[in-house]
């Protein structure tokens, strides 16, 4: 079942048209990946996407059956989409605790955040020890694990993740790619990747989708786009 439909997504940058008419879907369940060059359009598709403030948009994006066009952040979390920006977007002047609490602003139901809470800190120990530091002092692979956990606080059903291995030393990339792929298998959760780091990627991706200049150029299961040579030169280095 299609869980995201995007169709025509146009996106400017005041006068600078980013985006020219980007069309996927994202079904129930599934991992995709965004692959694409610096300056492609990437992080765009994923702020155009979630509706976030500085950038005209047009075109459709429905999100379980219901259009997002128009809706403030708040809402777009409401409907159950969680966005893990490049650089993170921590508050790096909150501990990691309030960091947590307030990914779970939404939730009313007290005790099963507490309980997400320490689950988080099962996964990620380094941030059970680090509860009570603030997050702006924290290494990037701990603010990274503090953005990905803040941003599973509000049970999405979507999570939109942006580079997240950027600037992580191999052994936290591989960690944190381990999460997602039992985030996607055992909670469910669907996940939309933008990635440099294409093999990892592709490694736990259904589907794929290229973008270069603000258009999807190329799009197919992983595993194909993964020995597609035009993909392989540009993007795997192989
Ligand atoms: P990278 O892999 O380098 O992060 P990307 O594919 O994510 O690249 P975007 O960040 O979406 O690319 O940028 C696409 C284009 O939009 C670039 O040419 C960039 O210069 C431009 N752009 C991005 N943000 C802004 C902004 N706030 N104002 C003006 N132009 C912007």
Known sequence: ???????????????VRVLHGIDLTVERGEV??????????????????????????????DFDGRSLVGCRTEEVVRRGIAHVPQGRGTFPELSV????????YLRRD?????????????????????????AGTLSGGEQQMLAVARACLSRPQLLLLDEPSLGL??????HLFEIF??????????????EQNATLALSIATRAYVIESGQIV???????????DGVRRAYLGF
């Open 169 to 174: 030393a191999p052994l936290v990339i591989q």
């Open 218 to 228: 190329l799009t197919g299961p992983a595993a194909e786009l993964h020995h597609d």
């Open 181 to 194: 792929a039992e985030l996607n298998r055992s909670d469910g959760t669907t996940i939309l990747v933008v």
């Open 32 to 61: 995709v990946v965004l692959l694409g060059a610096n300056g492609a359009g990437k992080t765009t598709t994923l702020r155009a996407l979630c509706q976030l403030p500085g950038l005209s948009t047009s075109g459709r994006v």
């Open 110 to 134: 007290r005790r099963e955040v507490r309980q997400d809470i320490e689950r988080w800190y099962d996964t990620f120990p380094r941030l059970a020890d680090r509860r009570h530091q603030s």
């Open 1 to 15: 079942m299609t869980l995201l439909t995007v169709e025509g997504l146009e996106a400017s940058y005041g006068p």
């Open 97 to 104: 605790e309030e960091n947590l609490d307030a990914g779970a």
